[in-house]
């Protein structure tokens, strides 16, 4: 897809690709032939700028046609680069201003416990969006209004657009902060659907207080070449080594895809 564009950010997508697969795999509540129904779960990707990988999961889920990623960020498209809502099926908030999806999952859990209802608002945040003073005072609301359906989950892939968060602006433990800021936390391994499914499962439990699951991550996961590419917020695909890296990662990926095929059939 990022390929066929020409550019677009790749790391940031690639650190919550197996958190996506738990969540459209495993958790959420949703009906792809009704993206609007009433009592779906819904997610807040409020780092709107990792919207590919949203769009692949949605495209695996059959919520529109796969052909619509060839269109990422063309003119007119239903995939731009940011989520918009009233553009693509199965998003439920337009994102992009980072820190602005934090106050919007509060709002939307607010509305399901006004309603009585069991839904889950999936909040995905950014570490270098936490920059953002807005991030804290909805998670300060969240907190004190102990929205636990309002599952928060912070991308800790320690680094932003122009470096390292330690560089630009020390997080100190993210973990401890919202621990302090009243949250039932824990941290997991970003890679481990099962970790990662589990530490859902678990903060489904937790009834009387607000929860945060922190995913230890890797900017650009799972492709050597980005993981270890300095600039890898949003890349140009635009020399030979990147494009190599990229047809050798697809490659790989094409195997494991055959691979795991092989072994349903067996």
């Not at 399901?112 to 950014?126: A, C, E, H, P, T």
């Not at 909805?138 to 991308?155: E, G, K, S, T």
């Not at 929860?211 to 635009?238: M, R």
Request: some cysteine; proline content about 3%; glycine content about 10%.
């Amino acid at each position: 897809m990022l390929e066929k564009r020409g550019y677009g950010h790749i790391g940031g997508s690639l650190s919550i690709v197996e958190l996506m697969s738990v969540l459209y795999g495993k958790q959420l509540k949703y009906d792809p032939q009704n993206p609007n129904w009433e009592d779906r779960d819904m997610v807040v990707l409020s780092k709107g700028h990792a919207g590919p990988v949203w769009y692949s999961a949605l495209a695996e889920k059959n919520f529109f046609d796969k052909g619509w990623l060839s269109t990422l960020n063309d003119g007119g498209t239903r995939l731009p680069s940011h989520p918009d809502r009233l553009k693509t099926p199965g998003v439920d908030m337009t994102t992009g201003s980072l820190g602005q999806g934090t106050s919007a999952a509060a709002g939307i859990a607010t509305g399901f416990r006004m309603k009585g209802s069991d839904q889950y608002v999936y909040l995905i945040v950014g570490d270098g969006e936490l920059n953002e003073g807005q991030c804290w005072e909805a998670f300060q609301y969240i907190a004190h209004y102990r929205l636990n359906h309002c599952i928060v989950i912070i991308d800790e892939n320690k680094k932003q657009l122009d470096g390292t968060t330690m560089e630009i602006m020390n997080p100190f433990s993210i973990a401890d902060k919202m621990k302090a800021f009243g949250f039932h936390t824990e941290t997991v391994k970003g890679d481990d659907e099962e970790a990662i499914n589990e530490a859902i499962c678990r903060a489904k439990e937790v009834g009387n207080q607000a929860v945060c699951i922190v995913l230890d991550t890797v900017k650009g996961a799972g492709v050597p070449y980005f993981e270890q590419l300095a600039g890898n917020h949003s890349v140009k695909f635009n020399n030979e080594e990147i494009l190599e890296a990229n047809h050798e990662a697809m490659k790989t990926l094409q195997k494991v895809i055959e691979g795991g095929e092989k072994e349903c059939l067996n």
